[in-house]
């Protein structure tokens, strides 16, 4: 499985050079990975479904519990299924949605990386490995959004979807880090099977709190929705494969694994409950009310994501089953709509629902396609939509918890979403045809394969249903449950409360469609005033808020003087490091002067006269020269006492800092005194307090001894473990060596900091 | 100050060109000397990186820019990159053969006679801190010098 999840990385770093040599077959050859690993997934369906639970692992940090695991069950073996199966589609649909786009070799790399760490979120067993490829996605879905990035709108949701995920991600690892505390271990497969009650840790609450806002967020729950809508600046691939099919469905996915540990808190299921239910009936409304053929797709997503929630919290076995089946339905017709949404922008030229009509002798194939996902969409038998729809009802019928408002939500958006689905899949193609940009004409077959191959996937699961229900459904139904769950799905159950639900919400749903035309210009109005305090118009205060701020403290903190900033710097070390000492040690001062040699001394009178030569001295050279006194004395120092790595570095430093200074001596301004009477005395305090703080540290840490040093243990250890004599070395290379290669980055990050400061000046336009 | 700066680059004196000459070559063999020897004597990859850009830095101020570029062959921030790439590589030597990142991995070649010659990843880590030091301290000292006001 590390093979399945780490080959989207490495394909992705070939992509851009497979790009250039493969033109425009590329889509096709890239989807051959996705098709081998769905394939793959496909051979590990007969042992799952028989409930068994493939575990691998690989140590990663194995001292900090963080391993590189992988579990697969029926749930993780969905998820998987569903990524690689749409994945291999919207690969083919990219090459010639994007053909020959500048940028088609970064687009695939970013959506292979993509499917990779998303595979990675669906199979981890570990909660950090889980986060890390969670973050992935998120990142991923920032680039792809922002993938027209001279646009400022792409920029704009781009920033907004990374900011609202990402606020997200971090209360989700706090989460995360509680869920493993409370839990005994970094493992999923350990939380779930342990006996330690989650339910009754002291923090469980603040845990529930913490995981769901980051599922909340990912999964574009009320009252963090809006970035999904607007996440359709990206290119209609990446709509149809993260923002319908996938990624918004990690916070789904991460709910239902926790689902068998966390269902039973009262918390959980009135948050899941609630929050799912109106964000379904605000995504349906506002479905529905939307013109644009995106939006619409869009806003259904959020409808379905809300109803994914809303059954998770329900928790009934009904609701399991219909949480699989709608997930699964919902995949595929939505990434099939999507699909037909690109292809109606792509040959009609506009994205406006009011100005598409009778395409359907342009183009013949698409419309079956389009029909197919939208009958599903619907709910309409024999598709799987309305098995899942069914299944959906019978679950709400059921629901232990405000049971009679949550199936007047469930009905009411389903006759919403039946007649978004005559927006999207009849409107288009029947009637008189409408007044496009552009002179409609049929898709390659690129394009229509995808949506062709997924429409029909809904009929044929719709028809031969012990495929989906068996095969797919049954284990990952016990995993959401935590316990296996006897059921079968039909399309035909006789007449039931489920079915007259169906059949009543089919007609709300065809009067609806047939007001589509004329609600418009109402519905547009009220949404413009209620997004006045919508939780968007909140976004953007908090953004201008953080940007307030943010140039406040510039002003303040960073205003450009090297000698405020070392203030700041210098004084919050000697408040908190001086009261610290003062509070937790106190001054305790033994000084033994009657060991020090007459050229210690002799050194050290030389170090004081320096300084005092260095602050008094009018000349700009003098003052540098003395400093390297200073340096060389300090050298003379570590020598003495035994350091001659400290003193050879010490040496060799002063002489590069005497280069530099060469270097620069000649474009510094005159040598002069800036300070100002009251500026004098008040840098002259600084300077003392730092001072005087360092030497009562030193002097205070004389004696004290809080646990044994570690530097017997270095000088045993150096030369049987790391074959090293030279302590000094063997510790920055090989027992630190993790520190070293950080400073080494960050010395590398400050010479990149230099060059660009020196180097890369901001262009002066040249007609200005 | 346009005199000043153009003499400042360029020192014509003989005897610090040739004295530049000369030891540019033996302060880099210095340089890795104290490279290899770092780890049972005093020095190391900081250390030798310090003193290599200070042999560059002496013949960038005999010769100038143009010429030590010349001899350079590579622009500074290669060798950073480089080097960064050495350090990271060995990191992942340890994982390949099966053990925690980072972990040192040692190999002794036996010359004939009582010669051997140790080579780890530390080594390849340590000569990741040389070209990285001595990348970043030559991009400073390069941009510094070429810089205009």
Redesign the interface.
């Known amino acids: 499985m590390l093979t399945a999840v780490l080959s989207g990385f490495a394909l992705a770093i070939l992509a851009p050079w497979l790009t250039g040599l493969f033109k425009d077959r590329i889509g096709w050859l890239l989807a051959l990975l996705p098709l081998g690993l769905t394939a793959y997934f496909i051979s590990h369906v007969p042992a799952v479904s028989n409930g068994q639970v493939v575990l691998q692992s690989w140590d990663w940090l194995p001292g900090l519990g963080i391993n590189l695991s992988f579990m697969l069950d029926g749930l993780s073996l969905l998820f998987a299924l569903l990524i690689s199966f749409i994945g291999t589609f919207i690969l083919i649909y990219a090459g010639s949605y994007l053909r020959g786009h500048r940028y088609l070799g970064r687009f695939y790399a970013i959506i292979l990386c993509f499917m990779a760490s998303m595979l990675g979120v669906v199979l981890s067993d570990n909660l950090i490995s889980l986060f890390v490829f969670w973050e992935l996605t998120s990142i991923t879905s920032y680039l792809l959004i922002g993938f027209d990035h001279e646009k400022n709108n792409a920029r704009k949701y781009a920033l907004q979807g990374l900011l609202v995920t990402f606020a997200g991600g971090l209360a989700l690892m706090a989460g995360l880090i509680m869920l493993a505390m409370a839990g005994g271990g970094y493992q999923f497969s350990e939380i779930l099977a342990s006996d330690n009650d989650l339910l009754t840790s002291s923090f469980t609450v603040g845990m529930i709190l913490c995981i769901l806002l980051g599922a909340f967020t990912k999964s574009a729950q009320f009252p963090f929705h809006f970035w999904l809508p607007n996440a359709m600046a990206a290119p209609t691939p990446v709509s149809a494969y993260l923002h319908s099919a996938t990624m918004v469905k990690a916070g789904v996915y991460l709910m239902a694994r926790l689902n068998p540990a966390l269902g039973e808190h009262p918390l959980w299921t009135t948050l899941l409950c609630s929050v799912g239910a109106f964000t379904m009936v605000l995504g349906a409304y506002r479905a529905y009310s939307a013109t644009g053929i995106k939006k619409v797709l869009a806003y259904s997503t959020v409808m379905a994501l809300g109803t994914l929630t809303m059954l998770i919290g329900i928790g009934t076995d009904h609701a399991m089953v219909a949480f699989a089946s709608f997930l699964l339905a919902h995949s595929l017709y939505k990434g099939a709509l999507f699909m037909v949404a690109g292809i109606l922008d792509h040959s009609t030229g506009t994205k406006d629902l009011t100005l598409m009509g009778g395409l359907r002798r342009a183009m013949p194939l698409t419309v079956i396609a389009a029909s197919v996902a939208g009958l599903s969409l619907a709910g309409l038998p024999p598709l799987f939509g309305f098995v899942a729809k069914e299944a959906l009802f019978e679950a709400v019928l059921g629901a232990p918890w405000q049971g009679a408002a949550l199936l007047v939500a469930a009905v009411g958006s389903s006759a919403l979403l039946i007649a978004v689905a005559g927006s999207v899949a009849v409107k288009p193609f029947w009637g008189a045809p409408g007044d496009t940009p552009r002179v409609p004409h049929e898709a390659p077959l690129g394009m229509w394969l995808g949506p062709m191959v997924l429409a029909f996937t809904s009929l044929l699961f719709g028809l031969a249903l012990y495929v989906p229900d068996t095969l797919l459904m049954g284990a990952a139904v016990t995993s959401v449950h935590g316990a296996p769950v006897d059921f079968h799905l039909s399309l035909w159950h006789g007449v039931n409360w489920p079915l007259i639900l169906s059949f009543g919400s089919l007609i709300v749903g065809a009067i609806l469609y047939a007001l589509w035309r004329s609600s418009r210009a109402p519905l547009a109005r009220v949404n413009e005033r209620l997004s006045r305090f919508g939780p968007e118009a909140g976004y953007f205060c908090l953004m201008k808020g953080l940007v307030w701020v943010s140039e406040w403290q510039t002003r303040v903190l960073q205003n450009g003087l090297v000698r405020s900033y070392m203030i700041v710097l210098i004084m919050t070390t000697v408040l908190l490091t001086g009261y610290t000492l003062l509070s937790q040690h106190g001054l305790y001062i033994t000084l033994e002067i009657s060991d020090i040699t007459f050229y210690e001394a002799g050194i050290a009178l030389l170090m004081v006269a320096s300084v005092g030569f260095v602050i008094l001295t009018r000349s700009r050279l003098g003052a540098v020269a003395t400093l390297g006194v200073l340096g060389f004395s300090v050298a003379l120092i570590f020598i003495l006492f035994s350091a001659p790595d400290l003193g050879i570095t010490q040496i060799l430093v002063e002489t590069l800092t005497v280069i530099l200074l060469v270097l620069v001596l000649f474009k510094l301004p005159g040598y002069s005194h800036y300070s100002k009477g009251y500026q004098v005395w008040r840098d002259s305090t600084v300077a003392v307090l730092f001072g005087l703080l360092v030497t009562l540290l030193m002097l205070s840490a004389f004696d004290v001894r809080y646990f044994e040093s570690i530097s017997s243990y270095f000088i045993q250890a150096s030369y049987p473990e790391a074959h090293g004599r030279n302590i000094v070395n063997v510790i920055l290379v090989d027992f630190r060596a993790m520190d070293t290669l950080g400073e080494i980055f960050v010395l590398s990050i400050a010479a990149l900091g230099v060059f660009s400061m020196l180097k890369l000046r901001a262009e002066v336009p040249h007609d200005a | ?1 346009p005199e ?2 153009s003499s ?1 680059v360029q020192v014509n004196t003989v005897i610090l060109h040739t004295a530049a000459l000369l030891l540019l070559p033996l302060q880099i063999l210095f340089s890795v000397f104290l490279l290899l020897r ?10 030798a990186g ?2 290599a ?2 042999a560059v ?1 002496l013949y960038l ?1 005999a010769h100038g820019v143009e010429s030590t570029r010349r001899i350079l062959r590579f622009e ?2 290669e060798f ?1 990159g480089l ?2 790439l050495f ?2 590589a ?2 992942l030597i340890g994982p390949l053969v099966g053990e ?3 972990t ?1 991995q ?1 190999y002794t070649l036996y010359l004939g006679g009582n010669t051997e010659v ?1 080579l ?1 990843t ?1 080594l390849l ?2 000569v ?2 040389y070209f ?2 001595l ?3 030559l ?3 390069i ?5 205009e ?1």
């Open positions: 100050m000043k700066r400042l770092g780890h049972d004597e005093p020095g190391g990859g900081f250390i310090l003193v850009t200070g830095a101020f500074p921030q950073l080097g960064l350090g990271l060995s990191a925690p990142f980072f040192a040692w140790k780890s530390v880590f340590d990741g801190v990285t030091v990348g970043a301290l991009m400073v000292v941009s510094l010098t070429e810089a006001d």
